[in-house]
């Protein structure tokens, strides 16, 4: 344009015009002039209707969508909250990494005892299961059913009628039912214990 000595250019009103070319238009001495014109249009592609009926993106259908997503996540657990997946059939699993032991209360105030059941009456009718920690105690209980606890971690001496049993970590005891024992460990111990039938400790 410049170079065929033209000092004006027209241009249809609402034509887009860059800094850029402004700037260029200035250096060539070039005036940008609107003038109602026609500027002869090629032939438009007619555009392709879309025929799938979508449902405009609203606040709402953002708010449904994220609700939706968040519902399939894990929800974050409350401290002490057991961590279990579960089978339409009944089985269940639970995380051992979620299982935090609660001092059960025996009524001594020094008895080191802590206890966390991981299934309830509605999931394990039958039994109660769980997990048992004790830390340099001597705990006395009557079992009223019968006990299995197998020994994951520690020692422990279970004392009844003047008999003394060591278990260490892989041992299994069967206390049975109406047995009065004594409990004891001069470190700590951890136990999987199993009741039956169901029994609150």
């Known amino acids: 344009m410049a ?21 260029a238009a200035r250096e060539y001495n070039i005036t940008l002039v609107e003038a109602a014109g026609q500027i002869e249009k090629l032939p438009e592609e007619t555009p392709i209707k879309n025929t799938d009926s979508k449902p405009a993106i609203t606040s709402e259908l953002i708010a449904a969508i994220v609700k939706q997503v968040l519902a399939t996540l894990p ?7 057991l961590v279990k997946e579960v089978d339409s059939t009944g089985l269940r699993l639970v995380k051992g990494s979620s299982v935090v032991c609660e001092k059960l209360n025996t009524g001594r105030t020094d008895d080191g005892v802590a206890v966390k059941e991981i299934f309830n009456k509605k999931e394990c009718p ?44 892989g041992d299994v005891f069967y206390l049975p039912k109406n047995t009065a024992v004594t409990l004891s460990t001069k470190e700590q111990a951890k136990i999987f214990f199993v009741t039956y039938p169901a029994n609150q400790l």
């Open 75 to 81: 929800r974050a657990k409350r401290a002490g909250e």
């Open 126 to 169: 039958q039994m109660t299961t769980g997990f048992m920690t004790l830390e340099q105690t001597n705990y006395f209980c009557l079992m009223n059913n019968e006990e299995v606890y197998y020994l994951i971690d520690g020692t422990m001496e279970v004392e009844v009628k003047g008999n003394i049993y060591r278990g260490e970590a």
């Open 3 to 23: 170079e065929l000595g033209k000092a004006s250019l027209n241009i249809v009103p609402g034509t887009i015009i860059t800094p850029a070319a402004r700037d």
